[in-house]
DNA sequence: GTTAGTTAGTAAAGATTACTAACCAACCTC
DNA sequence: GAGGTTGGTTAGTAATCTTTACTAACTAAC
């Protein structure tokens, strides 16, 4: 090892240890509010291949069972550069030739390729659970391989961050092809180095999760807000389109925008916090955070089943679930409209959202934004149920190591 | 010309007849839902030297007197690179030399550079206005050179173009320095293609008004929303930041958005259009558009007015004002809780909303969304007046053809 | 005045990347 | 089997940025 690895070493050193004895660590200098936009970067040749090399296995990704020939076609290279891509890709592994198109038609045949999907695996880790770390291993489908689980009910700072490890122990021992890197989404504030500027329930702050992550185990990390992840994971394995909400309903309510095909950070990196936003101007119940009715007054899992204990009958469960949808597309129309959204899709208790809630929310949404101006508005539940933030996990990893998205 | 130039030709040719005659043109075929994501494009050698260049023009536009030495380590890329832009870029006249850096330091005295400010003129259009088209002639910096004005009150469809067309024809005649291109602020809904989609107070439909500006004067066009544009002015010349909203208020109530530090144009592109979102849960005025409650009920300037005007004293404006400015910050709300927004800006009529209207949209806003999640919210007017628009579709001219924004 | 050190800018050669042109391979149709 | 079509490779070229090495022009210190 070099100069330069031991002072790595010793940098992480620091970190772990004033983790652990509850000092901040030397990032907790960094202002919360992002940094004002530096200039793109320069772009050399390299940069431009990694670009194009990006784009054959996005093809690829989409779409298995591609010549490069068809890929020439599809990314708007020549068969040259392609060829030559193709062959970088193939001396990684990371590409395989899947043999000879079985159709029948004029000129030579072509050798179909495909990623090497099984060849490689991604772990992806959802800390936002409050009674358990949940953890799977996929292959680039993302089709889950392995999972595993560790309690962790009141556990905080730095013992949480050893709970992660245990996870992360458990799923790398048992991952069968080479990791191509870890994903997690925590809850809380994430900054764009991974650093969990602050998850209370956790108690977690400045915790740079993604620097210990990925010096511990020597693997790409990527750290993120789980509703960010999740809106990611609907992005790329639930058909989301490129204007998207993802609203995350669970102990509270958060959200994930991407916005043109991009997440969206916010100038705190507070973006799709929406559980503490007033709704409507007819008072509601008390909020922990000091004002009164807040989004999550209604919708909040915790909230939502007491007010359904409290009814004696099937209609009165039908009104506390229709006022919730109400109120939550209250809070959302405003922002449907600016945004002109096309979608919103739904995650958390299948039984509490998927129906009248759901519906109720759907309807006011309508009522309330839109016009002849606005196209139709598709609102759903999530696709992928209770994987969607390991999943989403797994997308980051994707998007950050192969430049798939 | 060769054939291709006799057909592009015949293309607006085609349109411009169709427009007059009020068929439906060619584009009007087109969906106007955004087209699914296409992958981006491959990058060649020139596409890297492009946006190198725009990278030494963007540092140049920012801080003038650099010397090639500064530029080279402000970019990022070597100083023989820089010399080499530079020298394109010279020749281009795009840039030039100021002569020695005066002060006295050791070394060899840099030669300092500046873009060419004064060498090019740029036309920013502003249609928004119910009586009169506004334009202007500015330089590189967005200092404006000249201003015209043609009345239009109640002229639609083609008489509107035709409009334009002599507002162009006025601020071209004038221009002392080659033109670069021309910005074009437009009421209503646009595409990326610079066609008016609708814009019902102008009557127009599916208007390729980009293809026919570009196309009659042989100039770099540059179309968008008016609000969008208006945006885009407050960011490069009024110092807003990556994450602002823009709210105009005139005759209705529009926005623009940017979010980090890119624009915002929805899924139908009709990203800020809040005027008819409905704003609260307690009733409110009947709305043009068939709701009630709808934000422009409360904020249009003849809404305002005339509530203003029914106001007997002091406090009864004062208490309108308020009311105004308490339905906008509910209204944000969710916008600014949901994109983690660091900064509203307002534009419109500065005695309408310059003093307790924005005041009572600042306090609504902190007391509906702030929690120790949020930053601080930077709520103010704009510093572009009524310049703003045009101020904007320059920087879109800008933006597009030296890629400085 | 002389020497040393620093900074700006340029020149030449090298590496990377993607392109064009030309080719062979392997299939189809006739 | 001839001719046409498609897939993929080889060889050479153009564009771009880098590294290395140079000259020019200045300050600082003796």
């Known amino acids: 090892m070099t100069t330069k690895g031991a002072q790595r070493g010793a940098v992480t050193e620091g970190a772990e240890k004033a983790v652990r004895a509850g000092r901040p660590v030397a990032s907790s200098a960094r202002p919360v509010r992002a940094a004002t936009a530096r200039p793109t970067s320069r772009l050399r040749p390299e940069h431009a291949r990694r670009h194009n090399r990006a784009l054959v296995m996005q093809a690829l990704y989409r779409a298995e069972g591609l ?36 159709d029948s038609r004029p000129g030579k045949p072509a050798t179909l390729l495909d990623l090497n999907r099984q060849g490689f695996s991604i772990v ?5 659970n409050n009674s358990a ?22 556990v905080t700072g730095m013992e949480a961050v050893d709970a992660a490890y ?54 790409p990390t990527q750290v993120a807000n789980d509703a960010n992840m999740a809106a990611q994971g609907e992005r790329t394995f639930g058909g989301a389109s490129a204007d998207t909400m993802l609203i995350r309903i669970g102990r509270g309510v958060g959200s994930g925008l991407v916005i043109g095909g991009h997440l969206v950070h916010g100038s705190g990196f507070a973006a799709g916090e929406i559980g503490h936003v007033v709704v409507g101007t007819d008072g509601g119940a008390d909020c922990a955070c000091g004002k009164a009715g807040c989004l999550e007054t209604w919708l909040a899992s915790p909230r939502l089943e007491a007010n359904l204990a409290e009814a004696t009958d099937d209609a009165g469960r039908t009104a506390v679930l229709r006022e919730a949808g109400e109120r939550l597309g209250i809070a959302l129309g405003p922002v449907v409209g600016a945004l002109n959204l096309g979608e919103v899709i739904l995650a958390g208790p299948h039984d509490l959202l998927a129906g009248d809630l759901l519906e109720a929310t759907a309807e006011t949404l309508r009522s ?35 430049g798939i998205s």
């Open 124 to 128: 992806g880790l959802d800390l936002s």
């Open 67 to 102: 010549s490069r020939a068809d890929l020439a076609r599809e990314v708007g290279l020549t068969r040259v550069t392609i060829s030559d891509l193709v062959a970088d890709l193939i001396a990684e592994d990371l590409v395989i030739e899947l043999g000879l198109r079985p």
């Open 368 to 402: 309330r934004t839109m016009g002849e101006l606005h196209g139709d508005l598709s609102l759903r539940m999530t696709a992928l149920g209770r994987d969607i933030v390991v999943l989403g996990a797994v997308v980051t990893v994707l998007t950050g190591q192969l």
């Open 166 to 219: 245990r996870l992360l122990d458990e799923l790398l021992a048992g991952a069968e092809a080479p990791v191509i890197g870890i994903g997690i989404g925590s809850p809380g504030l994430v900054d764009l180095d991974g650093t969990v500027v602050q998850a209370p329930n956790l108690g977690w702050h400045d915790v740079p999760l993604q620097q210990l992550v990925s010096e511990r185990y020597d693997l």
């Open 133 to 154: 770390f949940r953890g799977v291993l996929t292959d680039l489908d993302g089709t889950v391989k392995s999972r595993a689980e560790v309690p962790v009910r009141g």
